[in-house]
């Protein structure tokens, strides 16, 4: 069966405290499976190159973004049934062993609910400098980030060896209660051949579906012997960045698509939504997405 998550409220002014809690109980009630959350901390005035390679500057919603693993660690204790993931943390924004830290602490608060980690190489140049980060490392810098993060969440004593990190012997605790399961968010070549290596899942955001399932089957060809197949978890937008818009059938025919293609799990995307100007506008969007679950559910 193919699951049905939703990305949480994270960007824009209309984000608070009271609306999240209230978007995760009627999520919770509605009976979506899974809520996400996205990686961007600054907006940059002076951007280099184009934002996620696809448009001149980051959309105005990504002036305030909330905290990744701090929004998902308050989420977990607002509700105990919904499953939780990241989609997608930029691998340059973190440190993996106190990433590792940081997502073992939630999933111990959430019971073992912390089931996906997305990762990606990232597009801001700027993000990158702000964390010391050199950006044309950042593909060699996810190769040793995911057997780093991999060791972090191993048995005591933990020990790493990498091009860029060094980590122990020490001991790292607490563990995850199960270790999540890691999702690629990369498109390119390289990106993909690291995912087809490395990665469990992989997030093609909104690409077309045959160009996802050709793509899949690629990366299932070239997986290493012994790892089970990549399963895709997707991306449906409401409203893209681009400004492009989605009816309700129209999102509901996606999700039967995803769901006729086997993947694993869909996840729906609000934030864009240009109509969000309050917390009551964006929980209306909200109830408006019940077709979504019974499109998924077949």
């Known amino acids: 069966m193919t699951t049905i998550g939703l990305a949480l409220p994270q960007l824009g002014p209309v984000v608070s405290t009271g609306l999240l809690r209230d978007f995760v109980q009627q999520a919770d009630d509605m009976g979506f499976d899974s809520l996400w959350v996205q990686d961007h901390f600054m907006y940059s005035l002076q951007q280099s190159g184009s934002y996620g390679g696809s448009a001149p500057v980051q959309p105005e919603a990504y002036r305030s973004v909330w905290a990744p693993t701090e929004l998902l660690a308050a989420v977990s204790t607002w509700t105990s049934r919904m499953e939780l993931g990241t989609s997608i943390l930029v691998g340059g924004n973190h440190w993996p062993a106190q990433l590792a830290?940081?997502?073992?602490?939630?999933?111990?608060?959430?019971?073992?609910?912390?089931?996906?980690?997305?990762?990606?190489?990232?597009?801001?140049?700027?993000?990158?400098?702000?964390?010391?980060?050199?950006?044309?490392?950042?593909?060699?810098?996810?190769?040793?980030?995911?057997?780093?993060?991999?060791?972090?969440w191993g048995d005591d004593p933990v020990e790493h060896r990498g091009e860029f990190f060094e980590i122990g012997p020490a001991v790292m605790r607490p563990k995850p209660i199960s270790t999540p399961r890691l999702m690629?968010?990369?498109?390119?070549?390289?990106?993909?051949?690291?995912?087809?290596?490395?990665?469990?899942?992989?997030?093609?955001?909104?690409?077309?579906?045959?160009?996802?399932?050709?793509?899949?089957?690629?990366?299932?060809?070239?997986?290493?012997?012994?790892?089970?197949?990549?399963?895709?978890?997707?991306?449906?937008?409401?409203?893209?960045?681009?400004?492009?818009?989605?009816?309700?059938?129209?999102?509901?025919?996606?999700?039967?698509?995803?769901?006729?293609?086997?993947?694993?799990?869909?996840?729906?995307?609000?934030?864009?939504?240009?109509?969000?100007?309050?917390?009551?506008?964006?929980?209306?969007?909200?109830?408006?997405?019940?077709?979504?679950?019974?499109?998924?559910?077949?």
């Open 184 to 298: 690629s968010g990369m498109y390119s070549k390289p990106g993909l051949d690291r995912t087809a290596r490395d990665f469990d899942l992989w997030n093609p955001g909104s690409a077309p579906i045959d160009t996802v399932v050709n793509s899949l089957a690629s990366m299932n060809a070239r997986r290493p012997a012994g790892m089970a197949p990549l399963d895709v978890i997707y991306r449906v937008a409401q409203q893209s960045t681009a400004g492009k818009r989605l009816s309700i059938p129209e999102m509901s025919t996606r999700v039967e698509e995803c769901a006729t293609a086997g993947f694993e799990g869909v996840i729906v995307e609000t934030n864009f939504c240009s109509e969000i100007d309050t917390p009551r506008a964006w929980l209306k969007i909200l109830a408006d997405l019940g077709p979504l679950i019974d499109a998924a559910r077949g």
């Open 101 to 152: 830290n940081r997502l073992a602490t939630i999933d111990q608060l959430s019971n073992g609910r912390l089931t996906v980690v997305g990762l990606s190489v990232g597009w801001s140049v700027e993000e990158h400098l702000a964390m010391g980060v050199d950006p044309t490392t950042r593909g060699r810098r996810m190769d040793d980030f995911v057997p780093a993060l991999r060791a972090c």
